[in-house]
């Protein structure tokens, strides 16, 4: 049982350059969610997915693309990478909703130069 | 904006000593959970207080909840170096999403 998992761990990307960032859970869990976390700013939430099929806005959704591949995948994609956007990538999963713990991965660490 | 904002920033205690950190929030809340993370990792979920309970205890960690001041606190009881984590409460308002703050950074000294 892994829990959450996230690949890449690492990633530096030029300015411009895309990349998807992949998210599993095998918790059979309806929600995911992912989020970025910059020093000093705590978490803040860029798209999530409260069951398979649907995707919502977070917080700061700008220059992000989500798919919920199924009910275990939901990827993060971005189209032309920022500086902005370094950051580090953190998936989480629950039950459903905000009623119940999240369960995070790991998290990838992202530079973009 | 984020709604959970937690209290102080940073703690430094000796181990045995008690740790409280504070979160207070603005809007009415379902639910407010603490989370823990240590150095380069994900956040580790602690506990969840729903917002017709007043205190709830796990282990060494009670966890207070008034919703008339919209705040919560965090109390670690007897602490360890392995305590060393930053902490962050999470806001669950609506049904989907829960809204961190900043988080506590707590450095416990043997």
């Known amino acids: 049982n892994a829990g959450v998992t996230q690949t890449p761990k690492f990633q530096v990307l030029k300015t411009g350059q895309s990349m998807t960032l992949q998210c599993a859970q095998d918790?059979?869990?309806?929600?995911m969610y992912w989020y970025r976390q910059d020093p000093g700013m705590g978490l803040r939430l860029i798209y999530y997915?409260?069951?398979?099929?649907?995707?919502d806005k977070g917080e700061v959704p700008n220059g992000y693309n989500v798919s919920r591949l199924n009910k275990r995948e939901f990827s993060l994609r971005l189209e032309s990478a920022a500086p902005s956007q370094t950051s580090v990538y953190f998936c989480?999963?629950?039950?459903?909703?905000?009623?119940?713990?999240?369960?995070f991965g790991p998290g990838t660490r992202l530079t973009v130069t | 904006s984020q709604q959970g904002e937690e209290d102080p920033q940073a703690l430094s205690i000796q181990e045995g000593e008690n740790a409280t950190m504070n979160c207070s929030y603005k809007?009415?809340?379902?639910?407010l959970q603490w989370y823990r993370q240590n150095s380069g990792r994900g956040l580790v979920h602690l506990i969840l207080?729903?917002?017709?309970?007043r205190e709830k205890h796990s282990g060494r960690l009670r966890v207070t909840l008034d919703t008339s001041k919209k705040s919560s606190s965090l109390l670690i009881t007897a602490s360890r170096a392995a305590d060393t984590a930053s902490y962050f409460c999470?806001?669950?308002?609506?049904?989907?999403?829960?809204?961190f703050g900043k988080g506590t950074m707590l450095l416990v000294s043997p």
């Open positions: 918790m059979n869990h309806n929600s």
């Open positions: 207080i729903r917002s017709n309970e």
């Open positions: 809007t009415s809340i379902n639910n």
């Open positions: 999470a806001r669950g308002s609506g049904y989907s999403t829960l809204t």
């Open positions: 997915s409260a069951s398979e099929g649907t995707t």
């Open positions: 989480a999963s629950s039950t459903s909703g905000s009623s119940y713990e999240q369960y």
